[in-house]
């Protein structure tokens, strides 16, 4: 919903039979001041190219703030796989997770257990298909949606009055939450604001393992890149031995700077970031540790990258190989540790007994480097013998 644009209130429910009400829930809408979205009025939008119930799913979908069903005797007109054009639309909005008010007509309800006893019996003067008895059935059994009764277009307004005040003191709860709002906010993704809002216990752990997961995956194009041995980019020319072992030097040099700042953010950083016992934690802190954490690994995928680029002589060969592979344990530990880390937090948040200390630890371990070590003196033995 743009801002500065009123909210919208889709209805979706059979026209009909239910044509009166589906006027006076227009009427409704309108004088609560949020913009009616009925299929039978003109402002419907409609995109000719497409079928009836392609346009009332893509208005669901695009357009739909709220979105309220109703369910009479009839279920309406389906499509090849049986389903109706309210059961779609109402799938399309669980899909997109805005708020859903189901009313479902109170003699519907009364015999719905007398279908479910008796699903043979003749039922025809209450309901158009059996189907209906299963579309209510679902709605009723599948727990993610409440059922209000109704006789009357008044039961549906008067409902509508104390739910929608019910969920505006909600959202002014949450905007007293977000404010003032932190640009670290704005930069949470879904699963990782949603706890940040609601702030469970050792919410600031498991906001951290969020972000850091988030922040990891970000990269998930540079660590294809790596499965499938390219990179793109100049191509650094190491024929020249002399050059080559002045380049490998300063690589390992720059590997062990990443390692040992990516070691200061964690030892350094996260006790301020999560807050000492009994104090709240600092979101900003939280999400830079995680995104400095995340920037580490990416560095250290970009460094083993560059090995891709490079064009040595055919005796440099086994040393840059051995060099490369100098950073496979690193990013495979970060890896790890952000995939399992909120798995692992919230089990010793159960588990944590009063007082107890629980660490989390990433440890960040290298290859032997015996054998390159070895080749990197033959390699400097032989300049020394060349020159």
Known sequence: MPKGSCTTLF??????????????????????GFEPVL???????VNPSQSAIQNCLEVVRTRADLFVLVVGGRYGSMNDAGKSITNLEYLEASARGIPKYVFVKSEILSILPVWRANQNADFSSTVDTPKLFEFVS??????????FPFNSSQD????????????FADCLALRAKL????LSILQLGPEALRLYVEKPRGWEYLVFAKILHERVQSHKSKRLDLELGISFGSVIDLRDKVVAINWVSAKFTQITQVVTNLSKVLNSGIAKAVGAPGEPGDIQRIEHIAS?????????????????RLVVVHDLEKIMNLAANF???IFAEIEIFSAELYERVQYALVNQTHG?????????????????EQAMKQLQMQTIYES
């Open 11 to 32: 209805v979706s429910s059979t026209c009909y039979d239910l044509a009166q009400l589906r006027t006076n829930l227009r009427d409704f809408s309108e004088a609560v």
């Open 39 to 45: 299929s039978e009025l003109d402002s419907f939008p």
């Open 138 to 147: 679902h709605l009723k059994d599948s727990g993610e949606v409440w059922v």
């Open 156 to 167: 549906i307004t008067n409902t509508l009055r104390k739910q929608l005040s019910y969920l």
């Open 179 to 182: 404010q003032p709002v932190d």
């Open 292 to 308: 400095r954490i995340a920037e580490g690994y990416a560095q250290v995928i970009d460094w083993t990258l560059e090995f891709n």
């Open 327 to 329: 950073s496979s344990n």
């Open 356 to 372: 107890d200390v629980v660490n989390f630890t990433l440890t960040l371990t290298v290859p032997d480097t015996t054998e390159f």
